[in-house]
């Protein structure tokens, strides 16, 4: 198994290369060159742990890992930093009628209570395994850009990780309270953390802006430093990813309720088009999938895209409750359009060139429009979503996150929405825990109003019993160790001025 750069530079890598290098030297980004097929039946996955499910499917995209390797990755990753034996479990939300059932995968219950732990557990295992199979000895730094999770989740998977050296930026007026102070307090010799003046988009650019430099790069390299990203840019976030819709295909199957080969939907609360790429993925793999659910919120440039074919960022942005959608620039879609053009390198680059240029570009009459008719697109508004979030609650007695609830509410708008329904079965994938946007479930299931987002946590949990991640106990009391913001355009310098001190 080979990756390639979306953009259309011909050097093929291993897994192990891609996961160290993460973005393709052309600014493409690293993809299969064919996506594999499942090698086993899903029956034959029916009693597996988590673990070993995830074994199986990273051992598709990593061929050059030997099968010790990967084991010894996965068992690293998924153990008892999960508050539950499942990793994640699945949840059934009975629908009325035969409206098909909505199951909440939930992926939050790792360390930093949302679903970018299930990647970022094992991405630094899997990069120290690359590195030494590559045998590079050089000094990683990892740069991050977040929109709130993917920081925490990182801080916590490379903390103190021999050899590295871990940056994140985040938009400091655009992460919840609780996101903010998980990453400020996060503890570790090689811990770097910046609040920016800009919005996750400002940071993401900045980012990749540095990998671009190549007399930087060149710099860094002579002083034995090499960058990589956490970013889901990077195909090792990626690929781990895929193991949580086959085991949750699995969980369903073995709970007999499915007929041989019927398919679900799986809808998805989006951002950076990380997850639903997953999913895709799991899709082409094999995995009866058959409509892609592709939830937005007030930032609904994906919702218009799945339905016109035109990709237009030049919007106004918007700030909501659910901070980690709140991007204009969804990264992974460029592997998608890869995916679906059949490979077009020259015309992904070309309109790669037309966003960064003009924040634009339009796929009408390409193959690309027609592969998007596996996709569905919708968005929910802050009020509906709270709305349906309080609702859910209320009726089933099941609290979600505000970014969960974008997903729940688009589905309900799907089932009434289309006109010839599928009735399938929907997996939902739940990416937070509630209180990590606690303020805001808060005030959606109607709670008074508090000052701060600590006296939320202790609030919700009284009204819910729902218990709090041990993650987010006693955050309020920990020190603040990196409490600096800078300006977006320093990024750059502030990288270099640590790295080269
Ligand atoms: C990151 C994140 C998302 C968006 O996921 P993408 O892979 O970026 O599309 C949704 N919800 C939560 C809670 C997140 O942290």
Same mark, same amino acid.
Request: glycine share 8%; proline share 3%; with cysteine.
């Given at each position: 198994?080979?990756?390639?750069?979306?953009?259309?530079?011909?050097?093929?890598?291993?897994?192990?290369?891609?996961?160290?290098?993460?973005?393709?030297?052309?600014?493409?980004?690293?993809?299969?060159?064919?996506?594999?097929?499942?090698?086993?039946?899903?029956?034959?996955?029916?009693?597996?742990?988590?673990?070993?499910?995830?074994?199986?499917?990273?051992?598709?995209?990593?061929?050059?890992?030997?099968?010790?390797?990967?084991?010894?990755?996965?068992?690293?990753?998924?153990?008892?930093?999960?508050?539950?034996?499942?990793?994640?479990?699945?949840?059934?939300?009975?629908?009325?009628?035969?409206?098909?059932?909505?199951?909440?995968?939930?992926?939050?219950?790792?360390?930093?209570?949302?679903?970018?732990?299930?990647?970022?557990?094992?991405?630094?295992?899997?990069?120290?395994?690359?590195?030494?199979?590559?045998?590079?000895?050089?000094?990683?730094?990892?740069?991050?850009?977040?929109?709130?999770?993917?920081?925490?989740?990182?801080?916590?998977?490379?903390?103190?990780?021999?050899?590295?050296?871990?940056?994140?930026?985040?938009?400091?007026?655009?992460?919840?309270?609780?996101?903010?102070?998980?990453?400020?307090?996060?503890?570790?010799?090689?811990?770097?953390?910046?609040?920016?003046?800009?919005?996750?988009?400002?940071?993401?650019?900045?980012?990749?802006?540095?990998?671009?430099?190549?007399?930087?790069?060149?710099?860094?390299?002579?002083?034995?430093?090499?960058?990589?990203?956490?970013?889901?840019?990077?195909?090792?976030?990626?690929?781990?990813?895929?193991?949580?819709?086959?085991?949750?295909?699995?969980?369903?199957?073995?709970?007999?309720?499915?007929?041989?080969?019927?398919?679900?939907?799986?809808?998805?609360?989006?951002?950076?088009?990380?997850?639903?790429?997953?999913?895709?993925?799991?899709?082409?793999?094999?995995?009866?999938?058959?409509?892609?659910?592709?939830?937005?919120?007030?930032?609904?440039?994906?919702?218009?895209?799945?339905?016109?074919?035109?990709?237009?960022?030049?919007?106004?942005?918007?700030?909501?409750?659910?901070?980690?959608?709140?991007? #204009?620039?969804? =990264?992974?879609? %460029?592997?998608?359009? &890869?995916?679906? /053009? $059949?490979?077009?390198?020259? @015309?992904?680059? !070309? #309109?790669?060139? =037309?966003?960064? %240029?003009?924040?634009? &570009?339009?796929? /009408? $009459?390409?193959?690309?429009? @027609?592969?998007? !008719?596996?996709?569905?697109?919708?968005?929910?508004?802050?009020?509906?979503?709270?709305?349906?979030?309080?609702?859910?609650?209320?009726?089933?007695?099941?609290?979600?996150?505000?970014?969960?609830?974008?997903?729940?509410?688009?589905?309900?708008?799907?089932?009434?929405?289309?006109?010839?329904?599928?009735?399938?079965?929907?997996?939902?994938?739940?990416?937070?825990?509630?209180?990590?946007?606690?303020?805001?479930?808060?005030?959606?299931?109607?709670?008074?109003?508090?000052?701060?987002?600590?006296?939320?946590?202790?609030?919700?949990?009284?009204?819910?019993?729902?218990?709090?991640?041990?993650?987010?106990?006693?955050?309020?009391?920990?020190?603040?160790?990196?409490?600096?913001?800078?300006?977006?355009?320093?990024?750059?310098?502030?990288?270099?001025?640590?790295?080269?001190?």
């Amino acid at each position: 198994m080979k990756y390639i750069s979306t953009r259309g530079d011909k050097k093929e890598v291993t897994g192990s290369q891609a996961i160290i290098q993460g973005l393709a030297d052309d600014r493409g980004l690293f993809v299969p060159k064919e996506i594999p097929k499942f090698s086993f039946s899903l029956e034959s996955l029916i009693g597996k742990s988590y673990k070993d499910v995830a074994v199986l499917v990273l051992k598709e995209f990593l061929t050059d890992f030997t099968d010790e390797e990967i084991e010894a990755c996965a068992s690293a990753a998924y153990d008892e930093k999960f508050d539950t034996p499942e990793i994640a479990p699945l949840v059934r939300i009975p629908q009325g009628g035969n409206l098909g059932d909505v199951y909440f995968l939930e992926l939050y219950h790792g360390k930093t209570a949302a679903f970018k732990d299930m990647a970022l557990s094992i991405l630094p295992h899997l990069l120290m395994t690359a590195l030494a199979k590559e045998g590079v000895d050089k000094k990683i730094a990892i740069l991050t850009a977040t929109s709130g999770d993917t920081g925490k989740a990182a801080l916590e998977g490379f903390a103190d990780v021999k050899g590295t050296e871990i940056f994140v930026f985040y938009p400091k007026d655009g992460v919840s309270e609780i996101q903010r102070r998980q990453m400020i307090t996060q503890t570790g010799a090689n811990v770097h953390v910046f609040g920016i003046d800009g919005n996750f988009d400002d940071a993401q650019t900045a980012v990749k802006d540095v990998f671009n430099d190549v007399s930087l790069g060149e710099r860094l390299a002579s002083e034995g430093v090499l960058l990589s990203s956490a970013n889901s840019i990077n195909i090792g976030r990626l690929v781990p990813q895929v193991a949580y819709y086959v085991k949750a295909y699995v969980d369903i199957l073995a709970s007999g309720v499915l007929d041989e080969g019927e398919h679900i939907n799986v809808c998805v609360p989006t951002g950076n088009f990380g997850n639903i790429l997953a999913a895709y993925y799991a899709q082409q793999m094999g995995l009866p999938i058959e409509k892609l659910i592709c939830a937005s919120n007030e930032n609904k440039v994906l919702t218009d895209f799945i339905n016109t074919g035109v990709y237009d960022a030049r919007r106004e942005f918007f700030i909501t409750s659910s901070p980690s959608m709140d991007i #204009l620039i969804s =990264s992974n879609l %460029e592997r998608l359009l &890869y995916h679906l /053009s $059949g490979g077009d390198t020259s @015309e992904v680059a !070309s #309109l790669m060139k =037309s966003l960064d %240029e003009s924040r634009y &570009y339009d796929v /009408s $009459g390409t193959a690309i429009r @027609e592969g998007l !008719s596996g996709f569905y697109g919708g968005c929910s508004d802050m009020p509906l979503t709270h709305i349906r979030l309080k609702d859910l609650f209320e009726k089933e007695d099941y609290l979600v996150d505000t970014h969960t609830a974008v997903a729940y509410s688009v589905h309900a708008d799907y089932v009434q929405n289309v006109v010839d329904f599928d009735y399938n079965k929907t997996v939902i994938a739940s990416t937070a825990s509630a209180y990590k946007f606690a303020g805001s479930v808060a005030a959606a299931i109607g709670l008074p109003d508090f000052d701060n987002d600590f006296d939320y946590l202790s609030a919700l949990n009284a009204w819910t019993g729902v218990p709090v991640p041990l993650g987010l106990v006693g955050l309020d009391r920990k020190p603040l160790l990196h409490d600096e913001s800078i300006e977006k355009s320093a990024i750059k310098e502030t990288i270099e001025r640590i790295l080269l001190k």
